[in-house]
């Protein structure tokens, strides 16, 4: 079946823009995630998504992060006034229930000039 | 907070060669174990997972993992590692009330022919 898909997969912009991350998770899985993986690192937790509601956002590194899943699937990674550290790998990952294994997808690769 | 080391950073193996690839984590309680991997170009796949039981757990592609619990540790094994394998390995843990996955910083493996 289908995997989580995210668009874009690549994304380039400029300091002090705003920019808009799209995931769809595995249909059915009821748990959302996001992560960032910086060059030579592992993925770092950003959000997480139980149905519509953000169940821990303890990982988003400031105020000019935030996510949304309104209707319980598709979920978007906002990120206001971008700055050049912004610049990773935003993965999305879901799962079936919330102790499940997570499926990952491609990523974005946000490059902020 | 739980983390992860994964102790080595770039494995330089021959085909055929046996594979052992460390990982440790902090976290005293009951954890769930993962180890996925990520080959060129691609995204994060799952190879094992540890949740309970048997502490050998075998994975996708001859793969293996040894669950300690004394050691804190759970290492990735293969037996004979093929060229094929030339990817890069990341070990990552949950916790049963938690569920940001945290992971190490990666070992990359290649492979000569």
């Known amino acids: 079946g289908a995997g989580v898909s995210q668009t874009p997969s690549n994304k380039v912009t400029e300091k002090g823009k705003y920019v808009e991350l799209r995931c769809d998770p595995i249909s059915g899985h009821t748990a959302l995630y996001w992560y960032r993986q910086s060059l030579g690192q592992g993925p770092e937790f950003l959000i997480y998504f139980q149905g519509t509601g953000a169940a821990d956002d303890s990982g988003l590194p400031n105020d000019r992060f935030f996510a949304v899943r309104p209707e319980g699937s598709v979920s978007t990674l906002k990120i206001q006034r971008t700055e050049r550290g912004d610049s990773a790998v935003y993965l999305c990952?879901?799962?079936?229930?919330?102790?499940?294994?997570?499926?990952f997808g491609p990523g974005t690769r946000l490059t902020v000039l | 907070a739980q983390s992860v080391s994964q102790h080595n950073h770039h494995v330089i193996l021959s085909e055929a060669a046996s594979l052992e690839l460390g990982c440790n984590y902090s976290?005293?309680?009951?954890?769930?174990l993962f180890w996925y991997v990520q080959y060129p170009g691609q995204h994060l796949q799952l190879l094992l997972k540890y949740f309970s039981g048997d502490p050998l757990v075998k994975g996708i592609k001859g793969f293996e993992a040894e669950f300690i619990k004394s050691k804190f540790s759970f290492n990735l094994r293969k037996p004979s590692v093929q060229w094929s394998d030339t990817a890069e390995y990341f070990c990552?843990?949950?916790?049963?009330?938690?569920?940001?996955?945290?992971f190490g910083a990666g070992t990359r493996l290649t492979v000569k022919p």
């Open positions: 990952a879901s799962s079936l229930i919330d102790t499940d294994t997570q499926y």
């Open positions: 990552a843990v949950t916790t049963p009330n938690n569920n940001d996955m945290r």
């Open positions: 976290y005293g309680g009951t954890v769930n």
